[in-house]
């Protein structure tokens, strides 16, 4: 599988690049340190969407070619909240799942994985 590589960024975790798909693994509301951000659900939402970005930045794309996310709450109570932000960095509406979790890494309230059709092979 020579076509399957991870991409590297000092900012957040690698995802994994198939072609022309990224998989970008779960992001935690945590800055590029692996320090976990303080504040709301909203703050907290904010820092996996710029996690995010900051990986398909490095992958030679950008948020907009997002064709799936999951988001993970560890209580739907958040879910209002957490989708003010999403909306405003998922304006186009991707394909979306939501489910609660009865605990997610860290103890974080939010975390947030996708899927990014690039229609040629990501800039490695």
């Known amino acids: 599988m ?5 991409v590297f960024t000092a900012n957040a975790c690698p995802p994994i690049v198939a072609g022309s798909q990224i ?3 779960g992001q935690i509301p945590a800055d590029k340190e692996g320090k976990l951000i303080e504040g709301s659900i909203a703050d907290k939402t904010k820092a996996c969407c710029e996690n995010i970005i900051a990986i398909l930045t490095e992958a030679g794309t950008d948020i907009t070619r997002v064709v799936k996310v999951n988001v993970f709450l560890d209580d739907m ?3 209002g909240e957490m989708n003010g932000v999403y909306e405003k960095y998922f304006a186009h509406k991707p394909a979306r799942s939501c489910v609660a979790v009865k605990q997610l890494p860290k103890g974080v309230p939010v975390e947030i994985e996708c899927i ?9």
């Open 2 to 6: 020579s076509d399957i590589k991870k």
């Open 23 to 25: 998989y970008v693994s």
């Open 116 to 124: 990014v059709f690039t229609g040629t092979s990501a800039k490695l």
């Open 77 to 79: 109570a958040n879910f």
